[in-house]
Structures are given as C-alpha cells and as structure tokens.
T-cell receptor, first 114, second 114 residues
Framework: GDSVTQMEGPVTLSEEAFLTINCTYTATGYPSLFWYVQYPGEGLQLLLKATKADDKGSNKGFEATYRKETTSFHLEKGSVQVSDSAVYFCALSLPGTGNTPLVFGKGTRLSVIA | EAQVTQNPRYLITVTGKKLTVTCSQNMNHEYMSWYRQDPGLGLRQIYYSMNVEVTDKGDVPEGYKVSRKEKRNFPLILESPSPNQTSLYFC?????????????FGSGTQLSVL
C-alpha cells in the first residue's frame, strides 16, 4: 500500500546547523507531497508542499524537492534556529481517491539547542 | 481568524463512560476528518466527512462514531471508551477533497481512559 518513511528521531542540532530530514514514499500513482510541522502543544500546520516531479516547495527557510526517480522528498534548512524545534511529518496524498487522506510518516522530532 | 476548534483540550475518563469531543471550523470547509496520534505510529485517520450528512470510515474507525449534521461541526463520539483509545486526537478540515488542499488542524485533545 501507499506509505511514507521518515528518518527516526530525535534529531538534535546546534543553532545555525544544517538540517536534513529524509523522507521516502511508496505510492501506486503520482502523489502530492507535503511537510507538516507540529510545534509543542499545537496541531499540525502545513510547512510546504510539492505537487509534481521536480517541484520545489519552500517556506520559512525550509525546502524540499519532489524527486520521482528516488521517490523522495527530503526536508532541508541551511541554518536552524531554536524556534524550529518541533515534530516534522512527511505526508502524501493521491489523486482521485475522493478522500483527502494524508498518509503520514511517523514524524521526526527536531530539537535545536542554543 | 480562521481556525479549527476542538474541546476539551484534556480529558480523563473511565472505561465505558460515553464521551464526545467537539470540533468546529469557521472556514465553511466541506471536508473534515479525525486523526489519532500515537507514539511511534504517527497520525492515523479515524473518520472523515466530505460534506453534511456524508461520513465514512478511515483506517482505524473501530470504537468511534461521528456525525455531520451541520457543515461547521464534526463531533467524535466514543460510546464506550476503552484504555486502548488513550491517545492524542486531532480534528482537521479543508476546503475540498482535492489532493492539493491544505489541511487545517485543531490544537488537539489529549484523552486518557482509565
């Protein structure tokens, strides 16, 4: 079935370090891909998305490129801040299903220390 | 302010005592959904609704009920809660059922069933 695999956390980085959170997917069709972020005590919110191969989603200094050949959508940021500490979820959504079900990865907790 | 509002934020109950978690959105969204979040399992969809009076099961519907009598409200009902329903619950909504639609999440309800 359709699935999303994210790197296990937690990930702990120092402020200004480079961040990569790996995400790969398995899907029968051509999914849209998303990164959602969950800050402590809050619900998830959309961080960025890409809807077709080679698209790059970007927001708040985060980027991810839809790589069809490697079925990946890795999240990157050049210089993390303490305020980026959160849980990050990679997700996919398939066309034509009639439900907007995001298939989520298990989440990766990021802690950034000053 | 556009938002999805869930209540209560925290709930402790005992096995078998019926409870309802309310969810309301003020964005006139057609699509609403309930998820549960468990450590190591990510988010799993419980039920969803594509419009008023239209509901359907997600991946883990057992032990839950929902209703969609009005467009803005989508309550989650646990008729006879059990300890394995202890979890963090999220309600979400989106404008439609397109795969590119952004999901808006509530802040979550932490439920403990003793």
């Amino acid at each position: 079935g359709d699935s999303v695999t994210q790197m296990e956390g937690p990930v702990t980085l120092s402020e200004e370090a480079f961040l990569t959170i790996n995400c790969t997917y398995t899907a029968t069709g051509y999914p849209s891909l998303f990164w959602y972020v969950q800050y402590p005590g809050e619900g998830l919110q959309l961080l960025l998305k890409a809807t077709k191969a080679d698209d790059k989603g970007s927001n708040k200094g985060f980027e991810a490129t839809y790589r069809k050949e490697t079925t990946s959508f890795h999240l990157e940021k050049g210089s993390v801040q303490v305020s980026d500490s959160a849980v990050y979820f990679c997700a996919l959504s398939l066309p034509g299903t009639g439900n907007t079900p995001l298939v989520f990865g298990k989440g990766t907790r990021l802690s950034v220390i000053a | 302010e556009a938002q999805v509002t869930q209540n209560p934020r925290y709930l402790i109950t005992v096995t078998g005592k019926k409870l309802t978690v309310t969810c309301s959105q003020n964005m006139n969204h057609e699509y609403m959904s309930w998820y549960r979040q468990d450590p190591g399992l990510g988010l799993r969809q419980i039920y969803y609704s594509m419009n008023v009076e239209v509901t359907d099961k997600g991946d883990v519907p057992e032990g839950y009920k929902v209703s969609r009598k009005e467009k803005r409200n989508f309550p989650l009902i646990l008729e006879s809660p059990s300890p394995n329903q202890t979890s963090l619950y999220f309600c979400a909504s989106s404008r439609g059922v397109s795969t590119n639609e952004k999901l808006f999440f509530g802040s979550g309800t932490q439920l403990s069933v003793l």
